[in-house]
């Protein structure tokens, strides 16, 4: 809150809720005339799919009209907040059974967790739910919980998956629900960041007069419903992206991160103490390999990297092999929140001391595990795993089972980056530069000493098929000659750069079959005993 005296503009936020495949076209075209008009950024909160009270689908690719209005929405300021997979629960009336009115986390009639739904079927509802969106350019970056209330597991298992939620959060307390009514963001029992919902919405109870007289009583307020009203009343409008690019609220009158810029750093303490180790370990600190390998990722990976992963701001990654973190530092200077695992215990204090003098070690993670075929994080808890010049060094033998943790941690429509790593079907080795040690074949191995044995590279029809076919290449618009070249199985060029992204496993996509035509077949069951109940 704003004390006397301070000079410090309050924030406010503005937030256009329950967008859905069924939203007011025309209202919702006048709201972004409005908000286009003043300049103002928001939040929209987001629905996958909409289901009707009848039971009805409508998606997303099926409303065209409603779904250019969200891409502009994106397009002249907004971002957008994934708000649950349906907004309601399968057929359970709670109470109407259509999207938009129903709770989709809890038993709202009977105030208790419905009965048999816990986090693991939350955050299959919630993985799918955004795959959905991603797939037709919309990007969320945040989480609004529909009608704020789920249980405390649920809670933490989505905000492992969105560190950043909009709204008043409900905890329990014995069998009463509270809800978290504060005027400005707070990191809650669950770890994520959340922006406070602390005005309500306009109804006939709760008129733009009664929200402008809250604002007078508030100096940190959620969201405004008369522009110019709040502007009068001082407030200035916060852009919520200042909130997705950083692991906590950006300070007050902080610069934001320009992508284009070089790296500069900014912790000379940290910088000594980087110098320092980098020198104990007879490494040279202004080596472009060891002080100025994360400004070479910025100019060179960082382009790939955001045109690859548009939405990556804000989402959890994975890098396999940081060494000394350089791009774990690229990675968390465009937003994302980092957790990094190394093999070798060496590079984890160096690695820790880079972060910090370019201050972006609060979001990043460095891990130290004896073994990458065996990750001790949750099954898709990760947006994206980031490979850079990595697998390669991995043993033959391993390469298969580190490609399958990848899959198990990757959840569904997230991606697998695979840079900087050294093509075997290349003539000269991309890392050592020997000539032909590539085409060397592996039994020479077992008649050569350890130290003599050839770094090789790695086929890249071995990625693929360590990672399976329910995954599809993403690849940027190219000439037949360049898909030729690129090709994800063979790739004639010294480093391999490949893109995937994760789809349904059969048995997830059998699952999902089952339970949809259970769902069907139960529903019009019922729909006969209806009608034979009338009777």
Same mark, same amino acid.
């Given at each position: 809150?704003? !004390?006397?005296?301070?000079? $410090?503009?309050?924030?406010?936020?503005?937030?256009?809720?329950?967008?859905?495949?069924?939203?007011?076209?025309?209202?919702?075209?006048?709201?972004?005339?409005?908000?286009?008009?003043?300049?103002?950024?928001?939040?929209? !909160?987001?629905?996958?799919?909409?289901?009707?009270?009848?039971?009805?689908?409508?998606?997303?690719?099926?409303?065209?009209?409603?779904?250019?209005?969200?891409?502009?929405?994106?397009?002249?300021?907004?971002?957008?907040?994934?708000?649950?997979?349906?907004?309601?629960?399968?057929?359970?009336?709670?109470?109407?059974?259509?999207?938009?009115?129903?709770?989709?986390?809890?038993?709202?009639?009977?105030?208790?967790?419905?009965?048999?739904?816990?986090?693991?079927?939350?955050?299959?509802? %919630?993985?799918?739910?955004?795959?959905?969106?991603?797939?037709?350019? %919309? &990007?969320? @970056?945040?989480?609004?919980?529909?009608?704020?209330?789920?249980?405390?597991?649920?809670?933490?298992?989505?905000?492992?998956?969105?560190?950043?939620?909009?709204?008043?959060?409900?905890?329990?307390?014995?069998?009463?629900?509270?809800?978290?009514?504060?005027?400005?963001?707070?990191?809650?029992?669950?770890?994520?960041?959340?922006?406070?919902?602390?005005?309500?919405?306009? &109804?006939?109870?709760?008129?733009?007069?009664?929200?402008?007289?809250?604002?007078?009583?508030?100096?940190?307020?959620?969201?405004?419903?008369?522009?110019?009203?709040?502007?009068?009343?001082?407030?200035?409008?916060?852009?919520?992206?200042?909130? =997705?690019?950083?692991?906590?609220? +950006?300070?007050?009158?902080?610069?934001?991160?320009?992508?284009?810029?070089?790296?500069?750093?900014?912790?000379?303490?940290?910088?000594?103490?980087?110098?320092?180790?980098?020198?104990?370990?007879?490494?040279?600190?202004?080596?472009?390999?060891?002080?100025?390998?994360?400004?070479?990722?910025?100019?060179?990976?960082?382009?790939?990297?955001?045109?690859?992963?548009?939405?990556?701001?804000? *989402?959890?990654?994975?890098?396999?092999?940081?060494?000394?973190?350089?791009?774990?530092?690229?990675?968390?200077?465009?937003?994302?929140? =980092? !957790?990094?695992?190394?093999?070798?215990?060496?590079?984890?204090?160096?690695?820790?001391?880079?972060?910090?003098?370019?201050?972006?070690?609060?979001?990043?993670?460095?891990?130290?595990?004896?073994?990458?075929?065996?990750?001790?994080?949750?099954?898709?808890?990760?947006?994206?795993?980031?490979?850079?010049?990595?697998?390669?060094? =991995?043993?033959?033998?391993?390469?298969?089972?580190?490609?399958?943790?990848?899959?198990?941690?990757? +959840?569904?429509?997230?991606?697998?980056?695979?840079?900087?790593?050294?093509?075997?079907?290349?003539?000269?080795?991309? &890392?050592?530069?020997?000539?032909?040690?590539?085409?060397?074949?592996?039994?020479?191995?077992?008649?050569?000493?350890?130290?003599? *044995?050839? @770094?090789?590279?790695?086929?890249?029809?071995?990625?693929?098929?360590? /990672?399976? /076919?329910?995954?599809?290449?993403?690849?940027?618009?190219?000439?037949?000659? @360049? *898909?030729?070249?690129?090709?994800?199985?063979?790739?004639?060029?010294?480093?391999?750069?490949?893109?995937? $992204?994760?789809? $349904?496993?059969?048995?997830?996509?059998?699952?999902?079959?089952?339970?949809? =035509?259970?769902?069907?077949?139960?529903? *019009?069951?019922?729909?006969?005993?209806?009608?034979?109940?009338?009777?």
């Amino acid at each position: 809150m704003v !004390t006397p005296g301070a000079t $410090e503009l309050p924030k406010t936020i503005f937030r256009l809720e329950d967008l859905s495949p069924a939203a007011d076209i025309v209202s919702l075209g006048k709201t972004l005339d409005v908000l286009e008009e003043c300049g103002v950024p928001f939040v929209m !909160t987001v629905v996958p799919l909409y289901v009707s009270p009848d039971g009805v689908q409508t998606t997303w690719r099926q409303a065209p009209h409603q779904l250019a209005l969200v891409k502009r929405a994106q397009a002249i300021g907004g971002t957008s907040f994934q708000h649950g997979y349906t907004h309601q629960y399968k057929s359970l009336k709670n109470p109407t059974g259509g999207s938009l009115i129903d709770w989709e986390f809890w038993d709202k009639p009977n105030n208790l967790r419905i009965k048999g739904f816990f986090a693991d079927e939350a955050m299959t509802r %919630i993985t799918e739910g955004r795959a959905i969106l991603e797939d037709v350019g %919309i &990007h969320p @970056q945040g989480w609004t919980t529909p009608h704020y209330l789920a249980p405390g597991d649920v809670y933490a298992a989505v905000s492992r998956l969105y560190p950043l939620a909009l709204e008043r959060r409900k905890y329990a307390l014995g069998r009463a629900r509270r809800g978290q009514l504060l005027p400005y963001p707070v990191k809650d029992a669950f770890g994520a960041w959340v922006l406070p919902e602390n005005a309500g919405y306009i &109804h006939a109870g709760n008129r733009p007069a009664d929200i402008l007289a809250l604002a007078r009583t508030m100096k940190a307020l959620q969201r405004p419903w008369v522009v110019s009203g709040l502007q009068a009343e001082g407030y200035e409008f916060a852009n919520p992206k200042d909130y =997705v690019t950083t692991s906590a609220p +950006r300070a007050a009158g902080a610069p934001p991160i320009d992508s284009a810029a070089p790296l500069a750093i900014v912790d000379q303490a940290a910088n000594a103490r980087f110098r320092a180790i980098a020198t104990a370990m007879n490494l040279d600190p202004d080596h472009l390999w060891v002080g100025g390998y994360a400004d070479f990722a910025w100019k060179h990976s960082r382009p790939h990297y955001a045109s690859s992963l548009p939405w990556i701001s804000g *989402r959890a990654v994975l890098e396999l092999g940081f060494n000394i973190g350089a791009t774990s530092i690229m990675l968390a200077m465009l937003g994302a929140h =980092v !957790t990094a695992v190394e093999v070798d215990p060496k590079w984890v204090e160096l690695a820790r001391a880079n972060a910090a003098r370019y201050g972006v070690a609060s979001r990043i993670d460095f891990v130290q595990l004896a073994d990458t075929r065996s990750l001790p994080y949750l099954d898709n808890a990760f947006d994206l795993v980031s490979c850079n010049s990595v697998l390669e060094y =991995v043993p033959h033998a391993m390469r298969r089972g580190v490609l399958a943790e990848i899959d198990r941690v990757l +959840r569904p429509g997230g991606r697998v980056m695979v840079v900087g790593t050294s093509n075997r079907m290349w003539p000269r080795e991309g &890392h050592s530069q020997k000539l032909l040690v590539n085409y060397l074949p592996r039994f020479v191995d077992h008649v050569l000493p350890p130290a003599a *044995r050839p @770094q090789r590279g790695v086929f890249p029809w071995e990625l693929r098929a360590g /990672l399976g /076919l329910s995954y599809r290449r993403i690849a940027p618009p190219q000439s037949l000659l @360049q *898909r030729v070249k690129m090709n994800e199985l063979w790739q004639v060029s010294k480093w391999i750069k490949l893109t995937f $992204e994760k789809g $349904e496993n059969r048995s997830d996509r059998a699952a999902r079959l089952t339970s949809a =035509v259970a769902s069907a077949v139960k529903t *019009r069951v019922a729909g006969i005993r209806r009608r034979f109940a009338r009777r």
